[in-house]
């Protein structure tokens, strides 16, 4: 028969060692009777729990919390319908060792629990994994390794409050979460602990989620096989479906903490709302990791997508904005039907952006990861990366090494890469740093971004700062301008701008439909109704590496094009020593600054002037 523990009213029951080998299919400790009223503590300092084909223990109170204060050397189960299921218990259970398996439910089940409970075996499970469940003021701790493959029912699910730790030491200990149709991991409404919550691989193949964290806190990390490389040892999630919000391969929704994603693929289907989604818009400071990450869409003309493969939020104003740091290197980006990357902050939020050695219709690099990586022109995104601010955001980013290949203005694009500002307040920015990137593949007509799409679109906001480095990139094969810098805000914009393009080679302009106004390189603060706007920019230079090198067919007489029209304020360009309204001499500077590339300036009436280097 079962072993049946009583809990007698505020009694305690003590066994000094507990151990408990029933017959097959018998359960181990039971305790689901309380005689009295307030259940007595149960207390255990060592034992052994082993069934088969049965729960191993199975402690539940229907009232007030069950007491417990137990340690057990091991717990085993072979079956029964959970392993372990523990309902409304407190205190503590250690479990020291032991194995699990065979369940026809989920393996490890916890619900309306405030104890801290320890579990140092392995789990296997082939049905419903692991269920975790309305645990408020309760911690569960899971280190002794799990492989879970669970079909269409969910993998790992974390909801409604407590705190949960889960730890591997990817060699003898890994923890693996498999399913097809059902969310592969959820953790809602739940805490994650110090000690963090650590996969090896998270896999799912259908349904709205592969992994959802939503008003969660603490740090998931998705280790992969440790390198980091694009190998895709960190899991597949593919074949996500639905048009909701959030219907997407992660979804992460008003969470803090840190989150690392390493070598996974990640893959929508047709009608998906959006690739990786990071919706911080209700507040949270959060940090995202991603890895060695491959992300793929679809470009069908009847996309259900909102969003971008991978993309970035953060919201709210005051105490409650977002604060979001979004960290991805060694990425790879591949169809759909708007940007592969996006980045964008609004109210009070901050974000900091970097995006380092990606790819964006470029073919993976599954080893090392290199700068500009790429060899062939693999199923392109219609255009790359956004970074946008709007209202008192503050953004700073950092898009270094990378390749763009293959944006297209007839799928939407305006520009491969686009930095822009909305409606800014004054004390909002957008800086932040574009250097050693690859537009366009050498001798690839519309390979940097083809049908009236330009390479680089630098776009300020209506007020704030605004302050882009443009240092060292290689833009070519571009159907309209290489570099624009330029205010399309309106006539009442006020921004502020300290811009550097230094070293860039532009080249190789793709004149298929011998486009009209083809420049290398556009600064042009000013709009036709008029503005107020404070700008520095450094246009080349006469140092070594300083002059931005420009060839090829760009629009004769402005390969780079400077105008001031209808600014009420100077326009600086540093070092430059002529008349602020000749523009002759304006051409003549620049011109010198750039190996004597052809120049195109209006000064305005405030003209262009010279002065110390921009800040």
């Not at 393009?501 to 420049?519: C, W």
Request: glycine share 16%; charged share 5%; proline share 4%.
């Amino acid at each position: 028969a079962d072993f049946t523990i009583a809990s007698v009213d505020g009694q305690t029951v003590t066994f000094a060692d507990l151990d408990i080998t029933p017959d097959s299919r018998q359960k181990g400790a039971l305790s689901t009777l309380t005689v009295g009223g307030t259940p007595g503590t149960i207390t255990t300092t060592s034992g052994t729990i082993s069934t088969l084909l049965n729960t191993a223990v199975e402690l539940t109170s229907t009232g007030t919390d069950q007491p417990l204060a137990m340690v057990l050397t091991s717990v085993s189960s072979t079956g029964g319908v959970n392993n372990v299921l523990l309902t409304n218990v407190g205190g503590s259970l250690n479990m020291q060792a032991g194995a699990l398996s065979g369940s026809s439910a989920a393996a490890f089940n916890v619900s309306g629990s405030t104890a801290t409970v320890t579990y140092a075996g392995s789990i296997t499970n082939t049905t419903a994994g692991i269920s975790l469940t309305s645990n408020t003021g309760g911690t569960i701790n899971l280190t002794g390794g799990m492989s879970l493959s669970t079909g269409a029912n969910p993998a790992f699910t974390a909801t409604g409050g407590g705190t949960v730790n889960v730890t591997q030491n990817n060699t003898s200990i890994v923890n693996t979460l498999t399913t097809t149709t059902g969310r592969a991991l959820n953790v809602s409404s739940t805490a994650i602990g110090p000690s963090g919550m650590t996969f090896r691989s998270i896999s799912a193949n259908g349904g709205s989620n592969g992994i959802l964290l939503s008003s969660s806190s603490g740090n998931l990390t998705v280790e992969g096989d440790g390198t980091g490389h694009a190998n895709g040892s960190g899991g597949t999630i593919q074949g996500i479906t639905g048009g909701a919000v959030g219907n997407s391969p992660v979804y992460i929704l008003t969470s803090s903490g840190v989150i690392t994603l390493k070598s996974m693929n990640l893959a929508i289907t047709v009608n998906a709302y959006s690739g990786m989604l990071v919706d911080n818009n209700l507040g949270g400071a959060i940090t995202v990791n991603v890895t060695g990450c491959t992300f793929t869409g679809v470009q069908a003309a009847n996309v259900t997508q909102q969003k971008s493969l991978l993309q970035f939020e953060g919201g709210n104003t005051g105490a409650s904005a977002a604060n979001v740091t979004a960290n991805v290197q060694n990425s790879y980006f591949f169809d759909n039907r708007t940007y592969g990357v996006f980045a964008t902050a609004a109210g009070d939020s901050l974000m900091n952006f970097t995006l380092n050695q990606s790819g964006f219709g470029t073919n993976v690099n599954s080893g090392i990861p290199v700068n500009n990586p790429g060899t062939a022109i693999t199923n392109p995104p219609p255009f790359s990366v956004g970074v946008t601010n709007g209202s008192n955001a503050k953004v700073d980013y950092s898009i270094t090494n990378n390749t763009f290949w293959g944006a297209d203005g007839l799928k939407g694009a305006i520009y491969a890469v686009t930095i822009s500002g909305a409606v800014t307040t004054a004390t909002s920015h957008l800086n932040g740093t574009f250097s050693g990137n690859r537009i366009g593949m050498t001798g690839v007509t519309g390979s940097g971004c083809a049908n009236s799409c330009a390479g680089l679109g630098l776009l300020p906001g209506t007020a704030g700062a605004f302050n882009p480095i443009v240092t060292g990139n290689d833009i070519r094969q571009v159907n309209s301008l290489g570099i624009n810098f330029q205010n399309t805000v309106g006539p009442g914009a006020t921004f502020t701008s300290s811009a550097k393009f230094k070293g860039n080679t532009l080249a190789e302009p793709d004149t298929t439909g011998a486009p009209i106004f083809q420049r290398a390189l556009v600064v042009s603060p000013i709009n036709s109704g008029g503005a107020s706007t404070t700008v520095c920019a450094e246009i080349g230079g006469p140092g070594g590496g300083e002059p931005n090198v420009i060839s090829g067919g760009w629009q004769a007489g402005n390969f780079i094009r400077v105008s001031n029209l209808a600014n009420t304020i100077a326009l600086r360009l540093p070092g430059y020593v002529g008349l602020a309204t000749d523009a002759a001499a304006v051409n003549g500077f620049v011109s010198a600054n750039n190996g004597g590339a052809s120049t195109n300036s209006t000064t305005g009436v405030v003209g262009i002037l010279g002065g110390a280097p921009c800040p």
